[in-house]
């Protein structure tokens, strides 16, 4: 069973992202949160294992409460909920460990998906909204762009093949498709990149594919 909490200080929003999770089978709705500061002290008290975040809140945002979430010893997967409005404010929340968002009026059975895939240990992300956040928020200054390009050299060319893929926001099927490999083959390679990069998730793998001119 998949535990999940809500974090929103939208009680409408918890109560409909709460219908949608309790029908699913294998999740369950463990615990809600009005703000950062509470959820922190929710999955301090028992175990967790994906968390559905939204980024502005009183008390405590969904930025520092990421951070300290992944602090905690046994930390849950961050999904950050968020808004075209509210791109820098994800950015800084990708950045911060979250391993994907959602948009808050996305389908129902692609919040279900999004769930059941970070908890398997992989980021969701929404193509379309990954690369424009990647793509209309990227400031970073020279010695880390430099720094990004070194870790990308560590890379062998079909590495950097399927980073460029990954970073566009393409699945692991839809990388074996266009490069004409096995699925499995794609994950090991995605397993190496990220070593390689020194990151914890693809979507951090995505921003230092940015960073470092890889993708435009």
């Not at 008390?59 to 849950?76: K, S």
């Not at 999904?79 to 929340?93: I, P, R």
């Not at 393409?170 to 794609?186: F, P, Q």
């Not at 190496?192 to 230092?208: F, G, K, S, T």
Request: proline share 4%; hydrophobic share 45%; with cysteine.
């Amino acid at each position: 069973m998949i535990r999940t909490m809500i974090v929103d200080d939208d009680g409408l929003v918890r109560l409909a992202l709460a219908d949608i999770l309790q029908d699913a089978p294998g999740i369950t709705v463990a615990a809600h949160a009005p703000d950062g500061r509470e959820a922190i002290q929710r999955a301090t008290a028992q175990r967790l294992d994906v968390v559905l975040m939204d980024v502005r809140m009183p008390h405590m945002d969904g930025i520092e409460a990421t951070r300290q979430l992944l602090a905690l010893p046994h930390p849950p997967k961050v999904v950050m909920l968020t808004t075209f409005d509210l791109d820098q404010y994800v950015y800084d929340g990708l950045a911060a460990g979250a391993v994907g968002f959602l948009l808050k009026d996305t389908d129902p059975a692609q919040i279900i998906q999004a769930v059941e895939v970070v908890a398997d240990g992989h980021a969701m992300l929404h193509p379309v909204a990954a690369r424009r956040l990647i793509e209309h928020h990227h400031h970073t200054a020279g010695g880390a762009s430099a720094a990004a390009r070194g870790r990308v050299e560590r890379l062998t060319p079909r590495e950097t093949d399927v980073l460029g893929l990954l970073a566009g926001g393409a699945s692991n099927a839809e990388i074996a498709t266009g490069l004409g490999m096995r699925e499995s083959t794609v994950k090991a390679h995605v397993s190496r990149i990220l070593a390689a990069l020194e990151v914890d998730n693809r979507v951090q793998a995505a921003l230092c594919a940015k960073d470092a001119g890889l993708t435009r």
